[in-house]
């Protein structure tokens, strides 16, 4: 099992995000939010992932720079559940949605969730 998240994997295109932005569908599993499109790009991988966290809910960097760090760990920990479920490529952008600092592991027991609603939404 790979757990890595190399360069090819992490969303950066503008025109991807715009994309996923204007015809994304999303779910949620408090305090995450997973918003995804079907999309087409150059790269052999399953998908392209992004994170944000508000600059509202955090006004430091220092702390939404962390939450980032947990938000990507997660999903490098996590993603082989989650590409079990592809069946084409995918653009996601995962975001973090509340001012409480909740401790990692509650952050990646939510992430599992999230995950597993995300397989079943998009077999449905």
């Known amino acids: 099992m790979d757990f890595s998240y190399p360069k090819a994997e992490k969303l950066k295109s503008k025109n991807l995000i715009d994309l996923l932005f204007s015809e994304g569908k999303s779910v949620s599993k408090y305090p995450l939010r997973l918003v995804y ?3 087409d790009f150059e790269e ?5 992932m992004g994170v944000s966290v508000s600059k509202k809910h955090f006004k430091k960097a220092v702390d939404r720079n962390y939450f980032k760090r947990v938000l990507r760990e997660c999903y490098r920990l996590n993603k082989a559940q989650l590409i079990d479920t592809l ?3 995918y ?5 973090y949605q509340t001012q409480e600092k909740l401790p990692y592991s509650e ?3 939510k992430t599992k969730q999230l995950f597993e609603k995300f397989g079943k939404t998009i077999h449905e």
């Open 107 to 109: 952050i990646e027991q």
């Open 37 to 39: 499109v079907p999309c």
């Open 44 to 48: 052999d991988v399953p998908l392209k």
């Open 87 to 89: 069946d084409k490529k």
């Open 91 to 95: 653009c996601f952008m995962f975001f």
